[in-house]
Protein backbone atom coordinates (compact mmCIF):
# COMPACT_ATOMS: atom_id res chain seq x y z
CA UNK A 1 0.00 0.00 0.00
CA UNK A 2 1.42 3.38 -1.30
CA UNK A 3 1.43 5.88 1.84
CA UNK A 4 -0.69 9.11 0.69
CA UNK A 5 0.75 12.23 0.68
CA UNK A 6 0.81 14.61 4.16
CA UNK A 7 -1.08 17.87 3.81
CA UNK A 8 2.49 19.07 4.88
CA UNK A 9 4.28 17.63 2.03
CA UNK A 10 1.63 18.94 -0.55
CA UNK A 11 1.81 22.38 -1.99
CA UNK A 12 -2.05 24.10 -1.66
CA UNK A 13 -3.06 25.52 -4.67
CA UNK A 14 -2.45 29.26 -5.38
CA UNK A 15 -4.64 32.05 -5.63
CA UNK A 16 -5.15 31.88 -8.90
CA UNK A 17 -5.28 28.53 -9.32
CA UNK A 18 -8.48 27.52 -11.47
CA UNK A 19 -9.34 30.84 -11.64
CA UNK A 20 -8.61 31.25 -15.89
CA UNK A 21 -11.94 28.86 -16.07
CA UNK A 22 -13.81 31.08 -12.94
CA UNK A 23 -13.54 34.10 -15.24
CA UNK A 24 -13.67 32.94 -18.43
CA UNK A 25 -16.91 31.01 -17.27
CA UNK A 26 -18.45 34.10 -15.81
CA UNK A 27 -18.03 36.21 -18.60
CA UNK A 28 -19.39 33.49 -20.83
CA UNK A 29 -22.69 33.28 -18.48
CA UNK A 30 -22.49 37.31 -18.30
CA UNK A 31 -22.66 37.83 -21.91
CA UNK A 32 -25.60 34.99 -21.92
CA UNK A 33 -27.29 36.68 -19.07
CA UNK A 34 -27.30 39.98 -20.84
CA UNK A 35 -28.20 38.41 -24.31
CA UNK A 36 -31.10 37.16 -22.28
CA UNK A 37 -32.80 39.80 -20.48
CA UNK A 38 -32.24 41.61 -23.71
CA UNK A 39 -34.65 39.48 -25.30
CA UNK A 40 -37.12 39.59 -22.58
CA UNK A 41 -37.37 43.35 -23.01
CA UNK A 42 -34.87 44.44 -20.29
CA UNK A 43 -37.35 43.57 -17.06
CA UNK A 44 -36.39 45.79 -13.90
CA UNK A 45 -32.66 46.33 -14.54
CA UNK A 46 -31.52 47.71 -10.88
CA UNK A 47 -33.31 44.47 -9.06
CA UNK A 48 -32.56 42.20 -11.91
CA UNK A 49 -28.48 43.39 -11.89
CA UNK A 50 -28.30 43.50 -8.02
CA UNK A 51 -29.87 39.85 -8.02
CA UNK A 52 -26.88 38.96 -10.83
CA UNK A 53 -24.08 40.53 -8.53
CA UNK A 54 -24.83 38.73 -5.48
CA UNK A 55 -23.51 35.79 -6.81
CA UNK A 56 -20.35 37.44 -8.15
CA UNK A 57 -19.91 38.74 -4.56
CA UNK A 58 -20.49 35.76 -2.68
CA UNK A 59 -18.32 33.31 -4.86
CA UNK A 60 -15.53 35.59 -5.20
CA UNK A 61 -15.35 36.70 -1.29
CA UNK A 62 -15.60 32.63 -0.74
CA UNK A 63 -12.16 32.02 -3.64
CA UNK A 64 -10.50 34.95 -1.87
CA UNK A 65 -10.96 33.58 1.45
CA UNK A 66 -10.24 30.26 1.43
CA UNK A 67 -6.81 30.49 -0.95
CA UNK A 68 -5.43 33.03 1.54
CA UNK A 69 -6.13 30.86 4.51
CA UNK A 70 -4.44 27.84 2.45
CA UNK A 71 -1.32 30.33 1.81
CA UNK A 72 1.34 29.48 4.77
CA UNK A 73 2.07 34.10 5.28
CA UNK A 74 -1.75 34.36 5.62
CA UNK A 75 -3.09 31.28 7.52
CA UNK A 76 -3.34 32.79 11.47
CA UNK A 77 -4.97 35.51 9.58
CA UNK A 78 -7.07 37.91 11.62
CA UNK A 79 -10.33 36.89 9.43
CA UNK A 80 -11.49 33.88 11.74
CA UNK A 81 -14.60 31.08 10.81
CA UNK A 82 -16.89 33.29 12.84
CA UNK A 83 -16.33 36.86 10.77
CA UNK A 84 -16.14 34.71 7.53
CA UNK A 85 -19.56 33.25 8.07
CA UNK A 86 -21.19 35.92 9.30
CA UNK A 87 -20.14 37.24 5.77
CA UNK A 88 -20.70 34.27 3.79
CA UNK A 89 -24.38 33.84 5.34
CA UNK A 90 -25.19 37.07 4.48
CA UNK A 91 -24.29 37.12 1.26
CA UNK A 92 -26.49 33.76 1.08
CA UNK A 93 -28.96 35.82 2.20
CA UNK A 94 -28.40 38.44 -0.81
CA UNK A 95 -28.98 36.12 -3.01
CA UNK A 96 -32.48 34.85 -2.21
CA UNK A 97 -33.57 38.29 -1.19
CA UNK A 98 -32.79 39.61 -4.67
CA UNK A 99 -33.90 36.96 -6.19
CA UNK A 100 -37.31 37.13 -3.96
CA UNK A 101 -37.62 40.84 -4.66
CA UNK A 102 -36.99 40.94 -8.65
CA UNK A 103 -39.62 37.80 -8.61
CA UNK A 104 -42.65 39.83 -6.96
CA UNK A 105 -41.49 43.18 -9.24
CA UNK A 106 -41.82 40.76 -12.44
CA UNK A 107 -44.43 37.95 -11.50
CA UNK A 108 -46.42 36.69 -14.14
CA UNK A 109 -43.96 37.51 -17.15
CA UNK A 110 -42.88 33.78 -17.48
CA UNK A 111 -46.86 33.28 -18.28
CA UNK A 112 -46.87 29.69 -17.07
CA UNK A 113 -50.70 28.60 -16.90
CA UNK A 114 -51.24 27.82 -13.19
CA UNK A 115 -51.15 24.11 -13.33
CA UNK A 116 -47.41 23.95 -14.78
CA UNK A 117 -46.61 26.84 -12.81
CA UNK A 118 -47.81 24.36 -9.30
CA UNK A 119 -46.42 21.04 -10.69
CA UNK A 120 -43.03 22.61 -11.22
CA UNK A 121 -42.96 24.99 -7.98
CA UNK A 122 -43.67 21.59 -5.81
CA UNK A 123 -41.04 19.55 -7.91
CA UNK A 124 -38.50 21.73 -7.50
CA UNK A 125 -39.36 22.81 -3.54
CA UNK A 126 -39.12 19.49 -1.98
CA UNK A 127 -35.90 17.79 -3.14
CA UNK A 128 -34.76 22.05 -1.63
CA UNK A 129 -36.35 21.74 1.13
CA UNK A 130 -35.28 18.07 1.96
CA UNK A 131 -31.71 19.19 0.99
CA UNK A 132 -31.46 22.12 3.45
CA UNK A 133 -32.80 19.82 6.33
CA UNK A 134 -30.55 17.53 5.33
CA UNK A 135 -27.35 20.14 5.31
CA UNK A 136 -28.46 20.97 9.27
CA UNK A 137 -29.26 17.83 10.61
CA UNK A 138 -26.50 15.56 9.04
CA UNK A 139 -23.42 17.88 7.60
CA UNK A 140 -23.85 20.79 9.61
CA UNK A 141 -23.91 24.72 7.86
CA UNK A 142 -20.71 25.98 9.20
CA UNK A 143 -19.16 22.40 7.28
CA UNK A 144 -20.83 23.51 3.99
CA UNK A 145 -19.60 27.27 3.88
CA UNK A 146 -15.76 25.87 4.50
CA UNK A 147 -15.06 25.42 7.90
CA UNK A 148 -12.46 22.96 6.67
CA UNK A 149 -10.20 26.11 5.24
CA UNK A 150 -10.24 27.07 9.25
CA UNK A 151 -10.61 24.03 11.83
CA UNK A 152 -8.77 20.69 10.73
CA UNK A 153 -11.02 18.62 12.34
CA UNK A 154 -13.29 18.76 10.06
CA UNK A 155 -11.10 17.26 7.40
CA UNK A 156 -10.93 14.19 9.61
CA UNK A 157 -14.49 13.86 9.41
CA UNK A 158 -16.36 11.09 7.78
CA UNK A 159 -18.31 11.59 4.64
CA UNK A 160 -22.00 12.34 5.10
CA UNK A 161 -24.54 9.48 3.73
CA UNK A 162 -27.80 10.38 5.62
CA UNK A 163 -30.52 12.30 3.93
CA UNK A 164 -29.99 13.68 0.53
CA UNK A 165 -26.24 12.49 0.78
CA UNK A 166 -27.26 9.16 0.13
CA UNK A 167 -27.95 10.13 -3.50
CA UNK A 168 -24.72 12.66 -3.77
CA UNK A 169 -21.57 14.10 -2.11
CA UNK A 170 -22.74 17.86 -3.22
CA UNK A 171 -26.68 18.08 -1.65
CA UNK A 172 -25.73 21.45 -1.96
CA UNK A 173 -25.07 22.63 -5.53
CA UNK A 174 -27.64 19.69 -6.52
CA UNK A 175 -30.77 19.64 -4.56
CA UNK A 176 -30.29 23.19 -2.11
CA UNK A 177 -29.75 25.14 -5.04
CA UNK A 178 -33.38 23.78 -6.51
CA UNK A 179 -35.22 26.31 -4.31
CA UNK A 180 -34.00 28.73 -6.27
CA UNK A 181 -35.71 27.53 -8.95
CA UNK A 182 -38.92 27.18 -7.25
CA UNK A 183 -38.96 31.05 -6.11
CA UNK A 184 -38.66 31.88 -9.83
CA UNK A 185 -41.83 29.70 -11.01
CA UNK A 186 -44.02 30.43 -7.87
CA UNK A 187 -43.68 33.91 -9.04
CA UNK A 188 -44.04 33.08 -12.56
CA UNK A 189 -41.13 35.41 -13.60
CA UNK A 190 -38.96 35.40 -16.73
CA UNK A 191 -36.81 37.81 -15.63
CA UNK A 192 -36.11 35.70 -11.73
CA UNK A 193 -35.68 32.46 -14.42
CA UNK A 194 -32.93 33.79 -16.47
CA UNK A 195 -30.99 34.64 -12.90
CA UNK A 196 -31.45 31.06 -11.63
CA UNK A 197 -30.26 29.77 -14.51
CA UNK A 198 -27.20 31.43 -14.26
CA UNK A 199 -26.85 31.69 -10.59
CA UNK A 200 -27.09 27.54 -10.84
CA UNK A 201 -24.18 27.49 -13.57
CA UNK A 202 -22.63 29.96 -12.09
CA UNK A 203 -21.71 27.93 -8.78
CA UNK A 204 -20.82 25.02 -10.67
CA UNK A 205 -17.90 27.26 -11.98
CA UNK A 206 -16.92 27.92 -7.90
CA UNK A 207 -17.08 24.09 -8.13
CA UNK A 208 -14.70 23.36 -10.77
CA UNK A 209 -12.28 26.46 -10.12
CA UNK A 210 -12.22 26.71 -6.92
CA UNK A 211 -13.64 24.11 -4.47
CA UNK A 212 -12.28 20.99 -5.98
CA UNK A 213 -8.79 22.12 -6.53
CA UNK A 214 -8.72 22.98 -2.52
CA UNK A 215 -10.74 19.70 -1.93
CA UNK A 216 -7.84 17.35 -3.54
CA UNK A 217 -5.49 19.42 -1.58
CA UNK A 218 -6.97 19.36 1.63
CA UNK A 219 -8.40 15.87 1.35
CA UNK A 220 -6.01 13.87 -0.48
CA UNK A 221 -4.34 12.49 2.47
CA UNK A 222 -7.25 11.66 4.20
CA UNK A 223 -9.32 8.42 3.59
CA UNK A 224 -12.24 10.28 4.64
CA UNK A 225 -13.25 12.90 2.37
CA UNK A 226 -16.04 15.42 3.26
CA UNK A 227 -17.18 17.64 1.09
CA UNK A 228 -20.18 19.60 0.77
Known amino acids: MVDQPSLASRSAPTFWT ?4 HF ?8 LTWKA ?30 RFKLQPLFATAALTFPVYSTIFFVLFAGRFVSLLTLSWVDRGSLQLPIIPQVVLTAFFTVPGVYAMYSVWRYFGFG ?16 LVRQGIFRFTSNGMYLYAFLLFWAVAFAFNSFAATIVVVYSHAYIWVHYYATEKPDMEYLYRASPMRGTG
Not at 18 to 21: L, V
Not at 24 to 31: K, N
Not at 50 to 61: E, G, K, T, V
Open 37 to 66: WQFVGNPSPVLFWIAIAFPIMHQIFVWVTW
Open 24 to 31: IGLSLLLL
Open 18 to 21: GQAI
Open 143 to 158: RAAGADHFDPRYRDMP
